[in-house]
């Protein structure tokens, strides 16, 4: 067993966690960081050409205004401010690791970078500021101290399933959002963990009713890259065009013709200067087509819709000061891991600036955990315990369960059409009892099982995160931005606030400026 103590453990190696350690590691702190895959190569930035939020300061009032507006009244524009002032100030640093692009003025362009060779430069840069780093060491569960504050956490190394418990002064949660097991491109990892382990110590959650994010794929590829759909035509499977406007904001358009049947695509709007470019832009892109001998110019393909849950849209651990701690004491967020409304607002940031968030929610996470750190240093006499339940430590005797059924049932609410894109009460208290029922299950009898231990985890933290979703936007009796109520159709101007989320087993849900009603507690399971 690995057995470790630093000052910040930073938990999750994408884009928000490299910034984390690299912030933290600035004040001389020791700073470990552990990754479910390889820090440099895993989450959705690494696949990706991640653009960010880039406004020179001169010209963001406007820009900041028209933001705020279109977050249809749960946005903050001193968040975004901060934000923009910190991705300028930070991002040119990595210079002497990444080349960036130039355009025909002969000036750098800083908004858009390429995933892959952005993620080989962070770790560069991680491994040069001396943060041990641990590849494949997925974290399990956080580990809480006498007086309930969060003191470093606990998880396994993928190699042989030896375990690792390291303590810490400070943790940040990088950890990414939850994808529900969509096939998102980089998004595998993504099963919500951080969510889970964050409310086991405390945390609260915002946002979470906010999950109305898809983009356009192939159906025979995982290729989840929007921008070329921008420029898209569709058809059904007669060859007739549908009447489906151009994106990226098509989504719903797409949902409703997809329910009646095949759709086809075809980008034949693409402009020729970018379909010339594209290759070296995404190369990834033409790949699946070029395998198959398609044209996607000239030729007709059948197209899906791949669920992002909250990875692009706006939910997670709430934010609950300036650098990023949440209610846990201890315990810092950054990236997709926490909640994004006060950047966005009740519509989804994108890829520019849920990068500018991820960016900047790890610096300043990481900063103020060094902070912390250095004003509570770790105690390796202390006495600490893992704070891990629901696919752990079950509270009746554990048992075989079959893995798929469970996710398969989970993500008909979070990711089929019908019930995500287009809510009404009823069905979504049919998909909320049918969760408390499975999870019920899950949190009795699937325990700590060797090699199937982390899917045991993650599954439960699929089944929580799912929970929460449902429960969120059962509360939100309106439509507002990524949530639509077909049952509700119209924006109330009462309920410009966030649905705040704290608990488990009791899921208790309210606007911020409600005194609160928890759901019934759950029946254990036979």
């Known amino acids: ?91 040119p640093g990595i210079a002497p690791h990444y080349r960036f692009g130039v355009n025909a003025e002969g000036r750098t362009v800083y908004r858009a970078l390429r995933g892959p060779e952005y993620m080989r430069a962070l770790r560069s840069l991680v491994d040069l500021a001396g943060v041990t780093v641990l590849d494949h060491h997925p974290a399990l569960e956080l580990l809480r101290a006498d007086d309930g504050s969060v003191a470093g956490a606990a998880g396994l190394r993928r190699r042989d399933g030896a375990r690792w418990t390291i303590r810490s002064g400070a943790v940040v949660l990088a950890s990414g959002g939850c994808a529900f097991l969509s096939k998102l491109l980089g998004a595998d990892h993504n099963t919500g963990d951080g969510l889970l ?41 007669a060859g007739r065009e549908l009447d489906i406007p151009p994106g990226p904001a098509n989504h719903r358009e797409i949902a409703r013709a997809l329910l009646q049947g095949p759709v086809y695509c075809c980008l034949q709007d693409m402009p020729d200067d970018l379909r010339a470019v594209l290759p070296s832009i995404s190369p990834n892109v033409m790949l699946p087509f070029t395998r198959r001998g398609i044209d996607p110019f000239r030729d007709h393909f059948e197209i899906q819709l791949r669920g992002e849950g909250t990875v692009r849209s706006i939910g997670g651990l709430r934010v609950a000061s300036d650098d990023c701690e949440t209610a846990a004491r201890n315990l810092f967020v950054a990236g997709d891991v926490a909640s994004r409304e006060r950047v966005t607002g009740a519509i989804s940031g994108g890829g520019n600036i849920n990068s500018a968030w991820a960016l900047s929610s790890g610096v300043w996470a990481g900063a103020a955990a060094a902070q912390r750190a250095l004003l509570a240093p770790v105690q390796r006499t202390r006495s600490v315990a893992g704070a891990g339940q629901a696919g752990l430590r079950p509270p009746r005797p554990a048992r075989e369960l079959p893995v798929q059924p469970f996710v398969q049932r989970l993500q008909r609410p979070t990711l089929g059409l019908d019930l995500n894109i287009f809510r009404e ?47 969120a936007a059962l509360a939100r009796r309106e439509s507002r931005g990524m949530h639509l109520r077909t049952d509700a159709p119209h924006t109330d101007p009462a309920l410009a606030r966030s649905v705040t989320q704290h608990g488990i087993d009791r899921i208790t849900t309210v606007f911020a400026d409600q005194p609160p009603a928890p759901s019934p507690a759950l029946t254990a399971t036979a």
Request: hydrophobic residues 45%.
């Open 1 to 91: 067993m690995l057995d470790l103590d630093t000052d910040v453990l930073v938990i999750g190696g994408g884009m928000a966690g490299a910034w984390a350690a690299l912030s933290a590691s600035r004040s001389g702190r020791r700073v470990v960081l552990v990754d479910k895959g390889y820090c440099g190569t895993s989450g959705v930035t690494a696949t990706g050409g991640p653009g960010h939020w880039w406004v020179p300061p001169d010209k963001r009032e406007p820009v900041v205004a028209q933001r705020a507006r279109a977050g249809l009244g749960l946005a903050d524009p001193r968040w975004m401010h901060r934000i923009l002032d910190t991705t300028w100030r930070e991002l």
């Open 197 to 237: 382990m964050g409310a086991e110590v405390g945390a609260e959650l915002s946002g979470m009713e906010f999950t109305d994010a898809y983009t356009v794929a192939p159906v025979f590829s995982s290729m989840t890259r929007a921008m070329s759909y921008v420029f898209a035509r569709y058809y059904d499977a």
């Open 425 to 471: 009460g009823p069905a979504l208290n049919r998909s909320l009892a049918a969760l408390d029922q499975d999870w019920s299950v899950w949190r009795d009898h699937a325990g700590d099982r060797g090699e199937h231990t982390l899917r045991h985890r993650e599954v439960a933290a699929l089944l929580a995160s799912a929970r929460w979703n449902v429960s």
